[in-house]
RNA sequence: UGGGGCGUAGCCAAGUGGUAAGGCACCGGGUUUUGGUCCCGGCAUCCGGAGGUUCGAAUCCUCCCGCCCCAGCCA
């Protein structure tokens, strides 16, 4: 595993422009960020924009990334998150070297850290139960009420949190609050909670503890003991930073870490929330967390999205502190400029129409010369057998064309791609009227696809000959909400999951060469799209997911007609 | 409502007192053996609004409006 080859210069966001001011003027010395997912869930596009900030901005100062589990509240941590994330953030490119960390190594420096405010008097037990906690925290206009057990003698605090490690007393019987301000108008210093009684299994400590700090005392530690120098958060936490200055000035920790927030990303046509993507895999709304329509990293990489384009598109939308919602046309053009670069050419036919040319000899095969990759040269070519009968898109045919049409129609002569130029001459229909199937000519002075009188044709199609075409199924993905913002008019979500966006094709067919495509391989289907073997693809029998569709002109137009006529 | 933030094009986003970058999307045109790619051109007289300071304001001041977050023993 390596760090991703230098992209061009960030542009100075707000947050590197901070950094760059701290390195400057000599406030830190080695910059070092983090990345702290909770192994509660899988990674999805918005930890993406995360990950590339915190290990983008180490590299392009010469510091470090630490890759920390935030695993603080074991009744919702799972070690398959933390091993899914970790293949997570090395796929998309970042590698944190030794630096993999778990607040949970913590524990017992946290534990006595919270005695140290204790003994400073800047802690206490508290027996109220979480209900009468919350009445007593007051509201956004009145100010909180002090708990009966705030003024706690020390040692009575010491005692009492100790027997509370020592599994005494059940869960939720008593908390450990920061003493700090009921009165505050900031509802976070109002006498926050600390520590919570949880007799959970940990994924990582087992049963070694029942009490577990919050988010709250144990980030900014955490931060500080491994020498975090800029703690990179989310908006949400703007009115958290007071309470973690607070422990941060009030505890003999090693460092002074410094909390700046960003705005997190959102996307139209999905929805980047744990909570509702969770949702989505227990109701059977999708197949799972790498449902190719779910906006998870494992689903992008299944749907064939490059690691690459991911990072091109966070570098893309930048960094800074207004709520926003990126359209998700930018997220593909990024995957297609890297998927039109790398991607291998490869002929399929979704829809298949026989064609058979009546004068090239039966029995007859010839290999064909195509192109891997007209943007490539280096990219070769590759021999592609033709025969006298043919399976070309059905939608590339047209028995009358309407105004624009450029593809095969009666009467009509066309490219096939690297191979020749053909003319429809007949079309043969069944006792339904469906067209099943067309009988051509071919002009053998244009093998190759070249006329040596110089006519060119309208269009060029892909094809495939029908003895030596591979079965495949492929799956086509769109949006997995129509909606561009889905939830945003009130209604439920879940009702909202567009039922087109994952379509099942079972007949369609592939060139010999793709029978065999490692997983992992994302290639072009000319004039189709990008599709990648899927892990359900078994030998002789491969499946396809469509990764984006390449942009379609054509399909605009008759939308456009489409439009026009029905409105 | 108290506190914390944010408002620059349809969507992101630069801009830090000297006269509105860039990308996506969209609309034209050219090239093309992918209706793809690529190339060329168009797309904010205006920066949430109103006043004010200044020779000069998106940038400074005042007031107003709108949107987001916070009342978990979640993170």
């Known amino acids: 595993m390596s760090t991703p080859t230098p992209e061009p210069p960030e542009r100075g966001d707000f947050i590197r422009e901070i950094v760059a001011a701290d390195v400057r003027e000599g406030r830190v010395g080695e910059v070092v960020t983090r990345f702290p997912p909770e192994p509660n869930g899988y990674l999805h596009i918005g930890h993406a924009k995360s990950i590339c900030l915190n290990f983008g901005v180490a590299r392009e100062f010469g510091g470090r990334c630490h890759l ?47 005695v140290h405010l204790i003994e400073a008097g800047k802690a206490y037990v508290d027996d109220l139960s979480a209900d009468e906690i919350r009445a007593h925290r007051g509201t956004f206009t009145e100010p909180g009420r002090e708990s009966p057990w705030r003024d706690r003698p020390v040692e009575e605090n010491l005692d009492l949190f100790a027997r509370m490690r020592a599994g005494e007393f059940p869960d939720g019987a008593r908390v450990l609050r920061a003493r700090i301000d009921m009165a505050a108008p900031n509802i976070n210093l109002r006498d926050p909670v600390l520590y919570r009684i949880l007799h959970a299994e940990h994924p990582r ?7 577990y700090p919050t988010y709250d005392f144990a980030h900014g530690q955490s931060d500080a003991i491994e020498g975090i120098t800029h703690s990179l958060c989310t908006l949400e936490f703007e009115d958290h930073r007071p309470l973690y200055d607070w422990l941060i000035e009030n505890l003999p920790v090693p460092s002074r870490p410094r909390q700046y927030e960003f705005a997190r990303l959102n996307l139209t046509h999905t929805v980047v929330s744990k909570r509702v993507l969770m949702r989505l895999v227990d109701r059977g709304l999708v197949h799972g967390w790498d449902d190719p329509r779910m906006p998870t990293m494992s689903a992008l990489r299944r749907r064939g999205f490059p690691a690459e384009g991911i990072r091109d598109f966070a570098r893309l939308v930048g960094v800074a502190k207004a709520d926003n919602t990126v359209e998700v046309e930018m997220l593909e053009h990024c995957v297609r400029t890297v998927l039109n670069r790398t991607a291998p050419r490869r002929f399929g036919v979704l829809d298949p129409l026989r064609v058979v040319l009546t004068d090239y000899p039966e029995g007859k095969v010839e290999e064909m010369d195509v192109p891997n990759n007209p943007e490539d040269p280096q990219a070769g070519t590759r021999k592609v057998p033709f025969s006298r009968e043919l399976w070309i898109e059905r939608a590339d045919f047209m028995e009358e064309p309407v105004c624009k049409f450029f593809r095969l129609a009666p009467g009509r002569e066309v490219r096939l791609r690297s191979a020749y130029f053909i003319t429809c001459r007949e ?24 006329a040596p009188d ?24 769109g949006h997995l909400f129509a909606d561009p913002y889905p939830g945003a008019d009130g209604g439920d979500i879940f009702a909202s999951v567009d039922p087109e966006s994952e379509k099942v094709l079972s007949g369609a067919l592939v060139e010999p060469s793709l029978a065999e495509l490692p997983v992992g391989e994302t290639v072009q289907f000319e004039r189709l799209g990008y599709f990648c073997p899927d892990p359900d693809s078994v030998p002789g029998a491969p499946v396809f997911n469509r990764t984006l569709t390449l942009k379609d002109t054509w399909a605009k137009l008759q939308q456009r007609s489409r439009q026009a006529q029905g409105a």
């Open 205 to 211: 400590t087992g049963d070694a503890w029942c009490v």
């Open 68 to 114: 920390r589990f935030d695993d603080t509240n074991p009744i919702k941590e799972e070690q398959e998150y933390i091993d899914a994330i970790e293949a997570d953030v090395r796929w998309l490119g970042f590698d944190w070297g030794e630096h993999l960390y778990f607040a949970s190594d913590y524990f017992e420096q946290l534990y006595e850290w919270a």
């Open 427 to 450: 079309v043969v229909k069944d006792r339904e009227g469906r067209i099943v199937e067309l009988r051509c000519t071919h002009d053998p002075a244009t093998r190759g696809g070249d």
């Open 454 to 477: 110089g006519r060119r044709p309208k269009a060029t199609l892909h094809w495939l000959s029908a003895a030596h075409a591979v079965p495949a199924e492929v799956r086509l993905y």
